[in-house]
């Protein structure tokens, strides 16, 4: 268990094993973003109380839910690297941290411009958004935290540990909404019991969730086949394969 888990953190295997998915995850990235986005603006009927307003949701909500797993991602990823020493992990944190810090500020945006009509301004203090807030600049620092540290062992080391420590903020942001009076709504989709949403705007938002995964896995995949390349640029086997692509 331990030799296979090991053969296939190893970077080379890694980086061709990421070049045969990363076509079919874009595939079926696209095919999955048409469906859901078809779903979400021509088969989905207007909300009764927000109208056709509402549809933001399709991409906000997604957005909120990646921003929370890529930093939990992040936090196991520097975890591994921490404890094994595992240098694929520190790689999967730091080509995850661009793309969670996209979607964190993708949420606010679209959370923003659905907040005007509804609360009649674009930001409140509310508990969900400053937690959410606060997330984006934990990815902001661990990023300039990276960048800062020449060494890139030391760098992966002290990333790790900013985002372990970080990682308290996760059930704050998700439980915000439950802890404070807040201007936020509750969970509609992954409350206890049956979900408080259509189900033609259900399969939709899942959609453009499912869809919204696999972008990352797409983009993280490639991102972290650039950083292997640049972290082993000095390797036999990277001189090897610059060598047959030439």
């Known amino acids: 268990m331990l030799e296979r888990f090991y053969k296939y ?14 076509p079919w995850l874009g595939g079926l990235t ?8 078809y779903g979400a603006l021509v088969l989905a009927p207007p909300d009764y109380q927000q109208g056709e307003s509402y549809r933001i949701i399709f991409v906000h909500v997604p957005s909120a839910w990646m921003s929370l797993f890529i930093y939990v991602v992040m936090a196991a990823a ?7 020493h595992v240098k694929l992990a520190e790689v999967i944190a730091s080509a995850s941290a661009p793309i969670g810090a996209s979607f964190t500020f993708l949420a606010l945006i679209t959370g ?8 009649g301004a674009y930001w409140v203090w509310d508990a969900r958004l400053t937690s959410e807030l606060i997330l984006l600049f934990l990815y902001l620092g661990f990023m300039a935290l990276e960048a800062a540290i020449p060494d890139r062992r030391g760098a992966s080391r002290a990333c790790a540990v900013l985002a372990l420590v970080g990682v308290v903020n996760i059930p704050i942001v998700h439980f915000s909404v439950e802890w404070w009076h807040t201007l ?3 969970a509609t989709v992954t409350k206890l019991g049956a979900p408080s949403i259509a189900t033609s705007m259900l399969v939709p938002l899942l959609v453009m969730a499912v869809a919204f995964k696999l972008y990352y896995l797409t983009t993280v ?26």
């Not at 696209?30 to 986005?37: E, H, M, N, R």
């Not at 923003?112 to 609360?119: A, E, N, Q, T």
């Open 9 to 22: 953190a190893s970077l080379q295997v890694f980086y061709r094993c990421a070049a045969v998915l990363i």
């Open 30 to 37: 696209a095919v999955l973003l048409v469906v859901g986005l």
């Open 78 to 84: 520097g975890a591994t690297g921490l404890i094994w």
């Open 112 to 119: 923003s411009l659905w907040g005007k009509p509804m609360w």
């Open 184 to 186: 936020h709504q509750g």
């Open 221 to 246: 995949l490639i991102r972290a086949r650039a950083l292997i390349l640049e972290r082993e640029s000095s390797s036999a086997w990277v001189r090897t394969l610059a060598t047959e692509d030439a």
